[in-house]
């Protein structure tokens, strides 16, 4: 079974520029989660996604937004890009929304701004 | 609103050594709890889990981790490394109420074995 897909894998945009970035979830999977990790703040909670709808979203400002497709495939997108948006951006995919079930992350998209 | 601890922030140990990692977190309600590892150059993959049942969970490559439910815990154990174990290790807990998937992280211990 493929695991979960992020493409593309490196990036390097300049500020004020947004970018769209994109997760395929392991078949079958209905959420999509995403996530920043940076070594200052770690990894945190960016939104969730699940039969098309966003159904939790963390702190973060209104430029980062997401969408799921029918076909439970994730895109996230940054406007305006600032120099502290480089991190890595993770996606997670789960079989279900909460309960007992556990994410599967993918290899994840390296964000560079300068 | 929740948070995780990882009481440790690097962690230094010969092969063969007993290893744990400490977890604290904070939520009153009914949570998923999980470690992650991330080995250098590689996506984060689950070590183990535990949703309900035996407060003992088993995962892969030796590590178990106890659910200690009155001190909001879940330590994760190893009792002989090895120098594949260097890397870098995440609690994690996710609130099941809202029926969201939405991980609550810890900081991250790195982990580094000399052989």
């Known amino acids: 079974k493929a695991g979960v897909t992020q493409t593309p894998r490196y990036l390097i945009k300049t500020r004020g520029q947004q970018v769209t970035l994109s997760c395929s979830p392991i078949?079958?999977?209905?959420?999509v989660s995403w996530y920043q990790q940076t070594p200052g703040q770690g990894l945190q909670f960016l939104f969730e996604y699940f039969s098309e709808t966003q159904r939790n979203k963390g702190n973060f400002p209104g430029r980062f937004s997401g969408r799921q497709f029918s076909n439970s495939r994730s895109e996230m997108n940054v406007s305006t890009l600032e120099l502290g948006d480089s991190a890595l951006y993770l996606c997670?995919?789960?079989?279900?929304?909460?309960?007992?079930?556990?994410?599967?992350f993918g290899q994840g998209t390296r964000l560079t701004v300068v | 609103a929740q948070s995780v601890s990882q009481h440790n922030h690097h962690v230094i140990l010969s092969e063969a050594a007993s290893l744990e990692l400490g977890c604290n977190y904070s939520?009153?309600?009914?949570?998923?709890l999980f470690w992650y590892v991330q080995y250098p150059g590689q996506h984060l993959q689950l070590l183990l889990k535990y949703f309900s049942g035996d407060p003992l969970v088993k995962g892969i490559k030796g590590f178990e981790a106890e659910f200690i439910k009155s001190k909001f815990s879940f330590n994760l154990r190893k009792p002989s490394v090895q120098w594949s174990d260097t890397a870098e290790y995440f609690c994690?807990?996710?609130?099941?109420?809202?029926?969201?998937?939405?991980?609550?992280f810890g900081a991250g211990t790195r982990l580094a074995v000399h052989p």
């Open positions: 939520y009153g309600g009914t949570v998923n």
């Open positions: 997670a995919s789960s079989l279900w929304a909460g309960r007992e079930t556990e994410a599967f």
């Open positions: 078949s079958g999977h209905r959420s």
């Open positions: 994690a807990v996710n609130a099941r109420s809202g029926g969201y998937n939405k991980l609550i």
